[in-house]
């Protein structure tokens, strides 16, 4: 969508002005388009870490920070959140609309056909040492992925890149699953066609060899909730990367497992794995003032981890959400959890906190989740390959849809040059 609106920018140096059309979306700030603005003007813009650039165009995710709406596809987080399946949220993120009951049988066999990965691929996990990082595992498994695709897929072609969606997302939870199976010194499991997608997961992650596996309903429902939850979230520094990946021409595999490098950081995916190692840091109630007073001090680099979001500065509606489904599966599972106790705490005396109203620091989704995939008894260093998994889905849909794009060119930000200015070499007697 477009407007007649315009601004126009003027040199004060030199009088010189460029007029730059205003682009307008269905929600959302407008946005200045600035393309002309180097060839008019000779100037770049300035944005480091992008918090005023829109990258393109999308109608894949709206999300509206401050009102703390989520949408994916047009449809509300929470009712997503109630009414669907992480299967059919993949596929409205994929092909835009929700399926039908046909489309959805065909999505989720597809899914199905293509949950296996060649055998070869079981025995690169071997190379990693026992305790290696799951996300560095995740990270090396999925860009080996790509050696198996990348001569026959041709990112061009539409029904290729439908192919790959499908085998992005039915293979994920194999991938995932046997990063815990090798370090736990267990077989690796096929999956089971007669499960459901979540189920399957479990299976692949907890069943014993000599024994039937029966999931638990509550955890199969409540992991489904956190990969609905974690599908996609907009342009955010993994979608991003994948996106400047993709805009190389290269492989989709290669485009997520860049993806996974980027969501290990502890400032976006990690961030769960640390809320878990902050709460019990913490350790009990009387202590959380010190943890709150050290987030505050200038001079200590300590934040409140799962607190503090570059985009919504309102409660994360994700976090609403799992907060109940936490307290919920808890409850069911009847678990004792006194990290729970103390988040709760903790987001009640930060909530009242000047330091934190005054910066509109709320809970992100990231600081309940890791106590519901504590409780499912996944480890703490898998937490962020478990939103890989789930993100996978936003990632290849938001593949997808740059490859579509009539504007489709290499990514390339420019820079503010701030180093020496050219000079000669000394040899190195001389220095
Ligand atoms: N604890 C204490 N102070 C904080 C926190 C926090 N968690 N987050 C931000 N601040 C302060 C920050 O010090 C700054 O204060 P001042 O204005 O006095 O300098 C102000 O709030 C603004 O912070 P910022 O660093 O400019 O905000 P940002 O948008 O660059 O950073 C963030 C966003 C998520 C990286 C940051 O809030 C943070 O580090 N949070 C903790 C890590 C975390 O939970 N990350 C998960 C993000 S959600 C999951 C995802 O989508 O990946």
């Known amino acids: 969508m477009s407007s007649t609106r315009s601004v126009t920018i003027t040199d004060n140096a030199t009088g010189k002005s460029v007029e730059c059309p205003v682009l307008e979306g269905e929600y959302g700030a407008p946005v200045i388009d600035i393309r002309t603005l180097y060839r008019e003007l000779g100037m770049f813009t300035f944005d480091v870490g992008y918090g005023s650039t829109a990258s393109c165009r999308s109608a894949i995710t709206y999300l509206d920070g401050e009102e703390g709406i989520l949408l994916h596809r047009g449809y509300p987080i929470e009712q997503l959140a109630e009414h669907s399946s992480f299967v059919e949220v993949c596929y409205l993120l994929v092909h835009g609309e929700l399926p039908d009951a046909a489309q959805l049988a065909d999505w989720e066999h597809a899914l199905k056909m293509h949950g296996m990965t060649h055998e070869h691929l079981s025995r690169f996990y071997s190379g990693y040492r026992y305790d290696a990082h799951p996300m560095s595992v995740l990270t090396g498994v999925v860009g080996a992925v790509a050696s198996y695709y990348h001569a026959n897929t041709d990112i061009a072609s539409e029904e290729d890149r439908m192919l790959t969606a499908r085998r992005v997302i039915g293979k994920m939870p194999g991938l995932v699953a046997k990063i815990y199976r090798y370090a736990s010194g267990l077989p690796f499991v096929y999956p089971d066609n007669g499960r459901s997608y979540v189920e399957n997961f479990m299976y692949m992650m907890y069943s014993w060899p000599t024994e039937p596996y029966v999931a638990n309903p509550v955890a199969v429902r409540a992991l489904e909730l956190l990969m609905i939850l974690h599908a996609d979230h907009e342009q955010n520094a993994s ?63 300590f934040r409140l981890m799962g607190f503090g979001h570059r985009v919504y500065k309102n409660y994360d509606p994700r976090a609403k959400i799992i907060r109940k489904a936490c307290h919920d599966l808890l409850e069911e599972m009847h678990l004792n959890q006194p990290l729970f106790e ?15 109203i005054e910066r509109k620091l709320y809970p992100n989704v990231d600081f309940y989740s890791g106590l519901i995939y504590q409780a499912l008894n996944i480890p703490t260093a898998m937490f962020t390959c ?46």
């Not at 103390?342 to 934190?356: G, N, Q, V």
């Not at 936003?394 to 050219?422: K, N």
Request: hydrophobic share 45%.
């Open 342 to 356: 103390i988040a709760m705490e903790l987001e009640r005396i930060a909530l009242e906190d000047e330091y934190f």
């Open 239 to 301: 979608t991003s990367t994948v996106r400047l990946a993709g805009s190389a021409e290269s492989s989709p595999f290669a485009c997520v497992a860049a993806g996974i490098a980027t969501l290990w950081g502890k400032s976006h995916g990690g961030a769960n794995e640390a809320v878990v190692q902050m709460l019990e840091e913490i350790g009990d109630v009387k202590n959380i003032r010190q943890f709150v007073d050290r987030a505050k001090d200038k001079d200590d680099p």
């Open 386 to 431: 478990m939103f890989a998994l789930a993100r996978s889905a936003g990632w290849i849909a938001q593949w997808t849809e740059l490859m579509r794009d009539p504007e489709f060119r290499i990514g390339r930000p420019r820079q503010l040059y701030v180093g020496a200015a050219q000079r000669d070499y000394v040899p190195l007697a001389e220095r």
